[in-house]
């Protein structure tokens, strides 16, 4: 398996091609076997490669499989190489098992939708490109899987296309992708200009190589823009909450576990060059820790359950990139994983009450549906439980690393990290509070929605449930395996992709116990306040709670249920003014460089129409113009 | 002036063309059947073309008459010319019910004058050329005795023409006074002994003749006629005398110029040339755009071809001299082509003949259609047409002799040349022919084999021109020798 | 002495009676006035030693040519028809530029076309002119053949009435 | 085949002179000969491929025949690196002309064939001539059936649009015209020997002042044909009014002849010239890349935004053509094949749903995925090719050319690099309209499917843009000695490291001791 | 004896005076009357410089410039002629049919 690593991308790429190029005509049936199958396979496959690669190479080195040579010119070039290491293994297991869970539970949320071969190839490809961007061996490869898996989240969440919003809002984030690709882009030319690669290990090994500090900041400014875009932290989050047009499993899969931490995954890919330059990782943890508390507070006044779950998801990527930012990578990448867990779970929770409520999507309908759906009731409860960081659930141990680091981390300032870790603080205790405010919500209460739905809901089929079991259970465990403090499996697994940099601190770092222990006590006593708080506000009566709150101070109701305007504030300073630069080019320029052009053509004829009438058609005005010629060359010659 | 007392022996081989067209000529006004006198004509001309072989070159009565390679090529010129409109004048004059021997007889002594004005080594005998071809012209332009259009070409042509020749005799009567010759060997070695010390009455001569010689060529200002008389003239007439009689006039002008060279060069008189060069090129180019008489239009591009011409002969260099050989002929084929294709117009001749006549004809008669597309696009100088490679031919000449700012304003007027010539194109395959008012094309089957000429001409200069350069050349050449 | 005398003489005659040409409005005075300008020419000619010339010039321009002219004038009936005036700015230029052509060109003539008067005698008598003409200038004279041929059959052609008739 | 350079340029020409004798009623017939005319032409320039040596810089397959031989000129044809695959381009794109338009061209299909035909026998001469003057005869050539294929099977607007495309043009090929005679002059004045050998005539070395007018002159017409930015208006009313074969060929080929110009004589010509007005030319192909964006994405009209796109696109090949490097030529030259595919077979497919609807306004369409579903499937890959996916040819192109003139001129790249966001902009807003939302036109619920021979036309394309995104190095490694002895004629090369690749197998925690950078040569 | 360029002078005059009466005359025979006296004028010289050289090939110049004067009035009286008959007047400025 080691030497066919292409394998792994290989199946749910075949599962695609086979999907789209004959799944419509060979049925439902067809596609429902090919599309979870290539992408258990793949799992599968992957699985046996880690495990080959673990007993071949237990010290973590990196293992690259060179496909070939894919593009080369000049001193630029690119191999199509997939590569093996600690940090791969992570995400190539994440990837493909949440992946394969997906798939199944996919096969029952969208049974009964018309482009059932058309999702399924959509999302074997997501799946593909997603391995490429996490096996590739090279910034390059990378960027492949990147913009592939934006292409499939245009197409996925712009699955439902008859839908106007539907396709702006697939469109919304290829564009807002492309903006951070530009910066990848720019990111990778720096690179080739000088350090004339793009293979990971080589770049982080010419940067270490006496690099000048303002290249890697630009660089690492540069990657952090891609992440930006691909993992929604401002100022290119605006793409995410709109992405939940999509169909409910995508948003679990694609905006919820793997996709959206790519980000994180390219920043911990290159914690070399972001330990080399601490300014670029002051703007990631500020950035990450901003867009934590700023998403934190729109998903408070959301309706939508999915909106809700869309900007936590935006603030838990806010989360990841503080841990990142300060240095932590093995407990942003820890976030990454139990968020997978969590987040999937509550996606697919939500997409299995959207299910039973016939696809109603607004929380202000829906109330007491603890007893009607229990399996997605409890799963989604522990969920909401790991998410809001209750110990021992998985969320409680990766938010609170990466609190911890941020108050202690060896790079900055104290003052800059105690900054960091109020922003993030308070947006944890938003995120056990709206969290239990849509549990509450949703789940209790009296149900609000008509006679219909009501008579309507009723619980998901297998296909369905038993992923929800499985991520639920991993929810709840999955933080306690993997990342026990001072037992940390994740951690020991990853050491061997930070290199030792003379002069720059460890990457995993060291937290005296005390101050640990007092983080997590703090950490849980404001997941409880949080909880405690939505509990008093929701449990019992419904979105009264919010009614009051908009009366009382309605600027601040509104800004928040409006997303603060950003979306209106971005289309007034950018979109518009370009658009009417366009309109001015078109029309204004084009128009006066067609006018110059065709100034010089009218001239012309003119001139010619004009000398037309010394033409009189009188012969002695011919004979007298002849003469004359005759005279002015007399005088000029004689 | 040195002359011999006897004719020297083989004067009738020097002559013989000359011969066989005069006679050929006398012969046609004694046929009385009306078919046979285009028949008659074509062999007469052909015969010619084939006595071409027969003469010798070298200097004939007393070095007054010369045969070389290159008049041999402008003959070929003349009589292609003559050939193309007497095919295209069988038709137009069986159509229009005016057929006589009398035409092709004036049109074969006009051409038999314009190789004797070519040949003439003497401006007496080009000068006699020049009458006789003018006077044919006089004649053949009011040849259509029922319009009045054609009647007043012919007024027009008449009065400008003597006027004209007016000058070009008291400019010779000047110039002999200041040489005193009027044979170009003279010339040439009073230019010589001269240098640069030629005064104001030899310039005065030089502007004279010039002026006349500009007027036979439509070069601005002397231009103004040009128009009028193409419009008004049978349409096969103004085709030949687009070409061929500008043709005669240049190969002149290339003789007083290869003669003069020394004044020339000493006292930049060639300033004189380009002035009227680059007149001619906007002139003729922009009023053109203003046309829409194809006639009209074409005869405004005739006076852009000069200038292009004039280019070339105004660098005074053999090569110069070759590439008007070139393109003369060429013009010859792809104007008389496209004014065929107007020739063929069935309407009342005293009608302008505009674009909106041609609408439609690429799909109505895809033949002509083609045939006057190419010529288009040979006179506008696009490859692989002959237009091309002479246009070519004469820029390359102005480049390699310094004179890159008049080839550069050539090339901008020919830029806004080509803007008339694809209206032409775009109302032969663009523009819909109004339903039921299409002009009928009337072509005969010795009209489609003339422009057959001329296209398969055009294109076979355009795609192999060597041998036609070779010629041009060694004739070119052989002129500045003898200088 | 009288030579000069005579040459002023004819010549005031040669350039009035050509103003006249120009200036009279009655086409037939104009062309008898060209008679008389042609006839005092002819005195020049014979001042230039070349009486064949004049007597040709007498003979056939102001014999046959202006003959024709006249004829074609009776013919035309054009001595009744007055001249209308015609644009000033072509009669303006028409002066000014010609008189101007014709001060620079006598002022060239009189400053540079200064000779000091042949010695000997110039023989251009008829039979001198005929010999020349019919051995060296044979050719041109053939060529004068066909133009006055040409000429000829086109006269004869467009004078013919058909082409009017059928206007 | 020893002359299939001369079989593959000749082959159309033959066939349109036999079709001129076809009556006019057999239309299918005449369209049968000119496809089956095409797709031999096609077939038998394959073999200019296999029988292409990788490895040799010079030209290849060469044949010489005099000419005009008082002036030094022959007809001599060969290929080398920078012309082969647009050779192949040309031999492809005229079959799919033909296929797509055949049942669309009602009016005058003899004439229509032949000018096609004739049409891509003049852009293979472009691309195979080595000598001057056969250059300019074919650069010239193409124009007159390009002007009556816009002029005669155009839109409403259609005479307007050829006329301004035939002067554009002209314009500038008329003073590069000039401009060949003088450097056949010079070459004449310094070597004695008249020639017009592209390949002699880049042993010349100018004085500058002279390469300051002779690049005037060329850049003048190469640009206008590209066309660069403020020279570009005569293109959007071209494309637009053309039909649909026409705006393939227009696109996909002719607009090539503009770049392959600037590679071909510009730069090895003139390289003082080159390297001195090198900035400017980038700024104006920079500017021309966002321009076309801007204005490409508020078009109403679907083949004016294609249109702009190319202006926009042809700017990524402008760009890389003068940062005078070996990655961005190489990726230039690509992406001029690239853009071929991509935007031919955008107009391609625009085409399809012209014939359908008459109408190409964005506004009258909206939904037609649900009817159209296969169509809306290859419109996709094309826009997406276009919009420079990974995985499909337009990322190659554009990443080579702008990783290589990041190298000359980071300023330029970065504002171009901005031109990859505006791509995806205004293609996907073009899709989005199309394609997506509800159908809100009553006539688009019954418009019929792409038919069998459009999609016949469009799937080489897309296999193409696969084949070119997924294993590029097929197609650069043929490039790259030719690009590499242009640059040494232009005297710039950088001595780049030639790229080597990873090697499979593990590699401790210190990295890539054989690191790509140490090991040099291995391709 | 009388100098030639007294002689030279007098044709100068008389060109000047036949060009004047081209460019200011309606009437086409006058006009052609001029041009007549344009030619003689030119004669005039042709015989001036003709003694001046002794050269007899100026004076058979002159014979044939005769001839020539012949043949155009011959040619062109017939257009007059036709002229008239085509529009019974023989004012050149009425010919404008064709211009622009």
């Known amino acids: 398996m080691l030497n066919n690593l292409w394998l792994i991308p290989a199946f749910p790429f075949l599962g695609f091609l086979l999907n789209g190029l004959l799944g419509k005509r060979l049925g439902k049936g067809f596609v429902t076997f090919v599309g979870p199958a290539a992408s258990a396979l793949s799992a599968i496959a992957g699985t046996i490669a880690v495990f080959q690669y673990h007993a071949a190479n237990p010290d973590g080195a990196r293992y690259v499989n060179l496909v070939y040579n894919w593009i080369s010119s000049g001193g630029i070039g690119a191999d199509l190489a997939f590569q093996l290491d600690p940090l791969s293994v992570v995400m190539l297991m994440v990837v493909t098992w949440v992946g394969t869970l997906i798939h199944i539970y996919s096969v029952g949320y969208m049974a009964h939708e018309e482009g059932y071969w058309r999702y399924f190839s959509y999302l074997n490809l997501f799946l593909a490109e997603m391995l490429v961007l996490v096996l590739g061996s090279s910034y390059l490869l990378m960027f492949v899987g990147w913009e592939g898996v934006g292409l499939c989240s245009y197409l996925l969440i712009g699955f439902y296309y008859d839908k106007d919003y539907a396709a702006a809002a697939g469109k919304k984030a290829f564009v807002v992708n492309r903006i951070g690709d530009f910066g990848f882009l720019i990111a990778m030319f720096l690179m080739f200009a000088h350090f004339s690669t793009v293979d990971f290990a080589a770049v982080s090994l010419a940067a270490q190589n006496g690099a000048a500090p303002w290249l890697i900041s630009a660089i690492c400014l540069l990657l952090f823009l891609g992440a930006c875009g691909k993992s929604a932290q401002i100022p290119l989050y605006v793409w995410l909450p709109d992405a939940m047009a999509g169909p409910t499993p995508v948003s679990a899969l694609i905006h919820a576990a793997t996709m959206v931490t790519a980000g994180v995954y390219m920043v911990v890919r290159s914690n070399a060059l972001f330990r080399l330059a601490p300014n670029a990782m002051m703007v990631v943890a500020t950035v990450g820790a901003l867009t934590a508390l700023f998403a934190a507070t729109i998903a408070i006044r959301q309706w939508d359950i999915k909106k809700v779950l869309a900007y936590s998801t935006v603030s838990q990527l806010g989360f990841m990139f503080i841990g990142v930012g300060v240095g932590a990578f093995t407990a942003g990448l820890f976030h990454v994983v139990t968020h997978a867990f969590f987040k999937a779970c509550l996606f697919l929770g939500s997409g299995s009450v959207i299910h039973a409520m016939s696809g109603e999507q607004d929380i202000r309908k829906m109330g007491g549906l603890r007893s009607k759906i229990p399996i997605t009731w409890w799963t989604f409860a522990i969920a909401t439980f790991a998410i809001a960081g209750f110990p021992p659930a998985s969320g409680f141990f990766s938010k609170d690393e990466i609190l911890a680091s941020a108050l202690a981390n060896p790079y900055f300032p104290k003052a800059f990290n105690v900054f960091i870790w109020v922003l993030g603080t308070v947006a944890a205790f938003c995120t056990a509070f709206y969290m239990y405010r849509l549990l509450y919500l949703t789940f209790f209460g009296t149900f609000r929605g008509t006679d219909e739905q009501e008579h309507h809901i009723h619980e998901s089929p297998g296909s369905m449930t038993i992923p929800l079991l499985i991520l639920a259970t991993l929810s709840l465990v999955g933080g306690a395996i993997l990342g026990w403090p001072h037992h940390h499996f994740l951690a020991k697994w990853l050491a061997p992709i930070f290199a030792e940099i003379p002069g720059v601190p460890e990457a995993q770092y060291e937290i005296s116990p005390n101050l640990e222990y007092g983080l997590m006590f703090v950490s849980s006593a404001i997941a409880v306040v949080g909880w405690l708080l939505a509990r008093s506000r929701y449990a019992t009566r419904g979105y009264a709670a919010d009614d009051a709150f908009t009366a009382s101070s309605p600027a601040i109701a509104r800004g928040m249920e409006n997303k603060w305007y950003v979306d209106e504030f971005y289309n007034a300073t950018i979109v518009r003014p370009l658009e009417r630069l366009s309109q001015f080019l078109w029309r204004g320029v084009d128009a006066l460089i067609d006018g110059v052009l065709s100034l010089g053509g009218y001239i012309v004829a003119a001139v010619g129409d004009l000398l037309r009438f010394f033409q009189t058609g009188n012969v002695r005005n011919y004979a007298l113009m002849f003469f004359l010629g005759v005279i002015v060359f007399m005088w000029v010659l004689a | 002036m040195n002359l011999h007392p006897l004719l020297e022996p083989g004067w009738v081989n020097a002559i013989l063309p000359e011969l066989i067209l005069s006679i050929g000529a006398m012969v046609l006004l004694f046929v009385r059947a009306r078919g046979l006198a285009s028949p008659i004509a074509l062999i007469a001309l052909i015969a010619t073309a084939w006595s071409e072989n027969l003469v010798l070159p070298g200097t004939y009565f007393g070095n007054t008459y010369q045969i070389s390679g290159l008049t041999r090529i402008f003959d070929i010129t003349f009589i292609l010319a003559a050939i193309l409109a007497t095919l295209f004048a069988s038709d137009y004059l069986s159509r229009e019910g005016i057929e006589g021997g009398e035409f092709y007889a004036l049109l074969m002594w006009g051409t038999a004058g314009m190789m004797m004005m070519g040949k003439g080594l003497d401006l007496l005998i080009v000068i006699l050329g020049l009458e006789i071809l003018s006077i044919c012209i006089f004649v053949l332009l009011g040849y259509n005795r029922k319009l009045s259009v054609g009647n007043e070409a012919s007024l027009k042509y008449f009065l400008m023409g003597a006027f004209a020749t007016g000058f070009i005799l008291y400019g010779t009567a000047l110039l002999y006074g200041q040489t005193g010759s009027t044979n170009m060997t003279q010339l040439a070695a009073y230019s010589s002994n001269l240098r640069g010390d030629a005064g104001p009455l030899t310039a005065i001569a030089f502007v004279l003749i010039m002026a006349g010689f500009g007027f036979k060529l439509s070069l601005v200002p002397f231009h103004p006629w040009a128009p009028d008389v193409y419009q008004g003239g049978p349409t096969p007439v103004a085709a030949w005398l687009s070409t061929a009689p500008k043709a005669a006039t240049l190969l002149v002008l290339a003789r007083i110029f290869t003669a003069m060279t020394p004044t020339l060069q000493a006292n930049s008189w060639m300033n004189m040339m380009a002035a009227l060069a680059i007149l001619s090129m906007i002139v003729g180019n922009a009023v053109a755009i203003a046309q829409r008489d194809l006639k009209r239009m074409l005869a405004y591009s005739g006076i852009a071809h000069v200038g292009y011409m004039m280019v070339a002969l105004m660098t005074l260099r053999d090569e110069g001299v070759a590439s008007v050989a070139v393109y003369t002929m060429v013009y010859a084929l792809m104007n008389i082509g496209a004014f065929g294709v107007v020739s063929m117009l069935a309407k009342n001749q005293n009608d302008p003949q505009t674009l909106d006549d041609i609408a439609g004809l690429g799909f109505r008669r895809p033949f002509y259609g083609l045939a006057l597309t190419v010529c288009m696009f040979s006179l506008s100088g696009l490859p692989p047409t002959a237009g091309f490679i002479s246009k070519f031919y004469v820029f390359k000449t102005a480049v390699e002799s310094g004179h890159t700012t008049i080839a550069l304003i050539g090339i901008l007027t020919s830029i806004v040349s080509v803007y008339y010539y694809l209206r032409v194109v775009y109302y032969v395959y663009m523009k819909e022919s109004p339903e039921g008012s299409a002009v009928p094309m009337d072509g005969g089957a010795f009209a489609t084999a003339a422009l057959a000429i001329s296209v398969i001409g055009i294109l076979i200069i355009g795609i192999f021109p060597t041998p036609l350069f070779q010629a041009a050349g060694a004739g070119a050449r052989q002129l500045f020798m003898l200088r | 002495m009288i030579t000069f005398a005579i040459f002023f003489f004819f010549a005031a005659i040669a350039v009035i009676f050509a103003l006249v040409v120009i200036l009279h409005r009655n086409p037939v005075v104009g062309a008898l006035a060209l008679v008389a300008s042609f006839f005092a020419l002819a005195v020049m000619y014979v001042l230039l030693e070349v009486p064949f010339l004049a007597a040709l010039q007498v003979i056939v321009y102001a014999g046959a040519i202006m003959v024709l002219f006249l004829f074609v004038i009776m013919l035309l009936n054009l001595q009744h028809q007055p001249e209308p005036h015609t644009r000033p700015i072509q009669q303006f230029l028409g002066y000014v530029s010609s008189a101007s052509f014709g001060i620079g060109l006598v002022y060239y003539v009189a400053k540079y076309a200064v000779m000091e008067n042949p010695n000997g005698l110039f023989v251009a008598d008829a039979r001198t002119i005929g010999i020349r003409l019919f051995e060296a200038y044979a050719f041109p004279f053939e060529m004068v053949s066909i133009l006055l041929l040409a000429a000829i059959v086109g006269a004869l052609f467009l004078s013919a009435r058909t082409g009017a008739a059928a206007r | 085949m020893t002359h299939v350079l001369s079989t593959t340029l000749w082959l159309p020409i033959v066939a349109a002179v036999i079709l001129m004798f076809f009556p006019r009623r057999s239309a299918n017939a005449i369209k049968a000969v000119g496809l089956t005319a095409s797709i031999a032409t096609f077939i038998i320039s394959l073999g200019i491929v296999q029988q292409f040596q990788e490895g040799r810089a010079g030209f290849q397959l060469v044949e010489v025949k005099t000419w005009i031989a008082q002036w030094g000129i022959n007809y001599a044809l060969g290929v080398d690196g920078i012309s082969l695959w647009l050779v192949l381009l040309t031999t492809l794109l005229t079959p799919v002309v033909f296929l797509s338009s055949w049942n669309t061209i009602h009016k005058h299909p003899k004439e229509y064939v032949i000018a096609f035909l004739i049409m891509e026998a003049a852009m293979i001469g472009v691309f195979v001539a080595t000598d001057l003057i056969l250059f300019y005869v074919f650069f010239e050539l193409t124009l007159l059936p390009m002007y009556l294929v816009i002029g005669v099977w155009g839109g409403a607007n259609r005479i307007y649009a050829a006329i301004k495309f035939f002067l554009f043009t002209i314009f500038g090929s008329l003073l590069m015209l000039l401009g060949i005679i003088y450097l056949g002059f010079l070459q004449f004045h310094y070597s004695g020997r008249p020639t017009f050998a592209i390949t002699d005539m880049y042993g010349l070395s100018l004085p500058p002042h002279i390469q300051a007018w002779l690049f005037a002159a060329f850049a003048l017409a190469f640009a206008i044909k590209v066309p660069l930015f403020p020279l570009h208006t005569w293109l959007p009313d071209a494309h637009v009014e053309a039909p649909t074969g026409g705006s393939i060929i227009l696109a996909g080929v002719m607009l090539k002849m503009g770049t392959y110009g600037f590679l071909r004589l510009v730069l090895p010509l003139f390289p003082d010239a080159t390297i001195r007005h090198a900035n400017v030319m980038m700024g104006l192909a920079v500017i021309g890349i966002m321009y076309g964006a801007l204005v490409a994405w508020v078009q109403p009209d679907m083949k004016k935004l294609v249109a702009y796109s190319s202006v926009s696109h042809l700017g990524f090949c402008v760009l890389g053509i003068f940062a005078l490097n070996q990655t961005a030529i190489e990726g230039s030259i690509l992406q001029m094949v690239n853009h071929g595919l991509s935007t031919g077979a955008l107009f391609l497919l625009v085409g399809v749903v012209y014939e359908r609807r008459h109408t190409r306004l964005l506004a009258d369409y909206g939904g037609i995925a649900h009817t159209m579903p296969v169509y809306a499937t290859l419109f996709v890959i094309a826009m997406l090719s276009s919009v420079g996916l990974p995985g499909l040819n337009g990322f190659v192109g554009e990443f080579l050319i702008l990783s290589g003139s990041f190298k000359t001129n980071p300023r330029w790249t970065i504002a171009a690099a901005t031109g990859v966001i505006l791509a995806a902009i205004y293609l996907l807003w073009l899709v989005q309209r199309v394609f997506y939302g509800p159908i809100t036109k009553e006539e688009n619920k019954s418009i019929p499917e792409i038919a069998w021979n459009e999609i016949a036309a469009t799937i080489p394309l897309i296999v193409l843009m696969v084949w070119i995104g997924v294993y590029p190095n097929y197609f650069l490694r043929k490039m790259t000695p030719s690009v590499q002895r242009l640059l040494k004629i232009v005297e710039k090369q950088n001595p780049d490291v030639m790229y080597a690749s990873v090697r499979t197998g593990f590699s401790r925690s210190r990295p890539a001791e054989a690191g790509p950078h140490t090991e040099a040569g291995k391709r | ?100």
């Open chain 5, 1 to 100: 004896m009388i100098p030639t360029q007294w002689f030279l002078i007098l044709s100068a005059i008389l060109f000047a005076i036949g060009v004047c009466g081209v460019l200011t005359r309606r009437n086409g025979i006058t006009i052609f009357m001029s041009i007549e006296l344009m030619v003689n004028a030119t004669n005039l010289t042709f015989l001036a410089y003709a003694r001046q050289f002794h050269q007899i090939h100026g004076v058979i110049f002159v014979f044939f410039v005769m001839a020539i004067a012949a043949a155009e009035a011959a040619v062109g009286l017939a257009i007059f002629i036709s002229l008239y008959h085509h529009r019974q007047t023989i004012d050149v400025d009425e010919a404008n049919l064709m211009r622009w």
